[in-house]
C-alpha cells in the first residue's frame, strides 16, 4: 500500500526555520522522485522542490524561484524519507505543505496520482 506522510509543521517565526519530513512505504526513494507543493488559503496547490529518484541520473534538486537559496531538499534512502529544511521563512510561506511521489520531477500536481500525496502539514508564518 503506497503511503506518504508529512510531518514537521507548525507555527514559526519570520525569519526561523523549519524542517518537514515526508516518510514514504509501499515503493522506494530508489524508484521515485518527491515533490514538495504548498497550497495557501484560497490559493491552487503550487509546486516548491524536487528531488529525482535515487536511480535518476539526475542529480540536482529543483527549486522555485522564490524558495531558492532558502529551502533545501533532501532525502535519506535508509528511512525512505525525504525532507524539506526551510530557513529564512516569510509570511508568504504560510501555506498547507504535500509531498508527492511520481517516476520523474514534474512541476504541475496533475502529473500526480491521486493515490500518491500525503495529507499535509500546516506552516504558519507569524509574530
Known amino acids: 500500500q503506497v503511503q506518504l506522510v508529512e510531518s514537521g509543521g507548525g507555527l514559526v517565526q519570520p525569519g526561523g526555520s523549519l524542517r518537514l519530513s515526508c516518510a514514504v512505504s509501499?515503493?522506494?526513494?530508489?524508484?521515485?522522485?518527491i515533490a514538495w507543493f504548498g497550497q495557501a488559503p484560497g490559493k491552487e496547490r503550487e509546486w516548491v522542490s524536487c528531488?529525482?529518484?535515487?536511480?535518476?541520473?539526475?542529480?540536482?534538486?529543483y527549486y522555485q524561484d522564490s524558495v531558492k537559496g532558502r529551502f533545501t531538499i533532501s532525502r535519506d534512502i535508509a528511512k525512505n524519507t525525504v525532507y524539506l529544511q526551510m530557513n529564512s521563512v516569510k509570511p508568504e510561506d504560510t501555506a498547507v505543505y504535500y509531498c508527492?511521489?511520481?517516476?520523474?520531477?514534474?512541476?504541475?500536481?496533475?502529473?500526480?496520482?491521486?493515490?500518491?500525496w500525503g495529507q499535509g502539514t500546516q506552516v504558519t508564518v507569524s509574530s
Open positions: 508527492a511521489a511520481d517516476r520523474h520531477c514534474s512541476l504541475s500536481s496533475v502529473w500526480y496520482d491521486d493515490d500518491k
Open positions: 509501499g515503493f522506494t526513494l530508489d524508484d521515485y522522485a
Open positions: 528531488v529525482s529518484s535515487a536511480s535518476s541520473s539526475d542529480t540536482i534538486p
